[in-house]
T-cell receptor
Framework: NAGVMQNPRHLVRRRGQEARLRCSPM?????VYWYRQLPEEGLKFMVY????????ESGMPKERFSAEFPKEGPSILRIQQVVRGDSAAYFC????????????????FGPGTRLTVL | DQQVKQNSPSLSVQEGRISILNCDYT??????FLWYKKYPAEGPTFLIS?????DKNEDGRFTVFLNKSAKHLSLHIVPSQPGDSAVYFC????????????FGQGTTLQVKP
C-alpha cells in the first residue's frame, strides 16, 4: 500500500544542466499534480496531468519546464538549462480522480525532490 | 495575488491546550478546503477537509470550521500534543474540473510539553 513515490529525493545540478524529477502516483490514482515550494513560501501549483494528457499547465513557467505522464511509467517533470532560481522543493501529488460532479478528490503528496542548482 | 492567506506565521501552545490555526481566502469560487501538516524534509500530509456545503467537519482531535460569509476557516486541535508541532497549510480549490490546490503560506505550530 505504497504512497506517492518521488525520486530522487535530492538532486544537485550546475547551471545549464537538465533536471528530471520522477513521480509514481499511489496505486489506483490516475491524476497527478506537481507543485513547487520556494524557501519560506507555500506550495505553488505547476501542472495537472492525467495519463497521456496535460489538463492544466497554467502554473508552469513558459520556458524550460515540461511535464508528462505517459501511459506506462512515472510522471516526469523536466527542467532544461536550470538556473539558481529553480532551486526549490518539488512535490508531486496524486488523486483517484473525480469524486462526483466535477469535484476532484483529495490529493496525497509524495516526499518531494529538493533541487539545488549550483 | 495571495488568494489564500495564513496571517500568523507561527503559534506556540502548551501541551493539552487547544491550538487554533486560521486561514482567510478571497476567491468566492473556492468550494473545497483542506488542511495539510508538514514536517521538515517531508511532503504535506492530508489532515482534514471541508466542503462549502458544510460549516464544520470533525475527525478525532481535529475540527475544521468554515465561515463562508467571512471567507474564513479555522483548524482546531484539541488537546494539542508535542507531536503536532509542524507547519500547517491551508489549501483551497474551486469546482473547475482541475482540482488544483491554492495554498496559504503556512503556520508553524509549536506545542510545548
Amino acid at each position: 500500500n505504497a504512497g506517492v513515490m518521488q525520486n530522487p529525493r535530492h538532486l544537485v545540478r550546475r547551471r545549464g544542466q537538465e533536471a528530471r524529477l520522477r513521480c509514481s502516483p499511489m496505486k489506483g490514482h490516475s491524476h497527478v499534480y506537481w507543485y513547487r515550494q520556494l524557501p519560506e513560501e507555500g506550495l505553488k501549483f505547476m501542472v495537472y496531468l492525467q495519463k497521456e494528457n496535460i489538463i492544466d499547465e497554467s502554473g508552469m513557467p513558459k520556458e524550460r519546464f515540461s511535464a508528462e505522464f505517459p501511459k506506462e511509467g512515472p510522471s516526469i517533470l523536466r527542467i532544461q538549462q536550470v538556473v539558481r532560481g529553480d532551486s526549490a522543493a518539488y512535490f508531486c501529488a496524486s488523486s483517484p480522480g473525480l469524486a462526483g460532479a466535477g469535484r476532484t478528490d483529495t490529493q496525497y503528496f509524495g516526499p518531494g525532490t529538493r533541487l539545488t542548482v549550483l | 495575488d495571495q488568494q489564500v492567506k495564513q496571517n500568523s506565521p507561527s503559534l506556540s501552545v502548551q501541551e493539552g491546550r487547544i491550538s487554533i490555526l486560521n486561514c482567510d481566502y478571497t476567491n468566492s469560487m473556492f468550494d473545497y478546503f483542506l488542511w495539510y501538516k508538514k514536517y521538515p524534509a517531508e511532503g504535506p500530509t492530508f489532515l482534514i477537509s471541508i466542503s462549502s456545503i458544510k460549516d464544520k467537519n470533525e475527525d478525532g482531535r481535529f475540527t475544521v470550521f468554515l465561515n463562508k460569509s467571512a471567507k474564513h476557516l479555522s483548524l482546531h486541535i484539541v488537546p494539542s500534543q508535542p507531536g503536532d508541532s509542524a507547519v500547517y497549510f491551508c489549501a483551497a480549490s474551486a469546482d473547475d474540473n482541475t482540482g488544483k490546490l491554492i495554498f496559504g503560506q503556512g503556520t508553524t505550530l509549536q506545542v510545548k510539553p
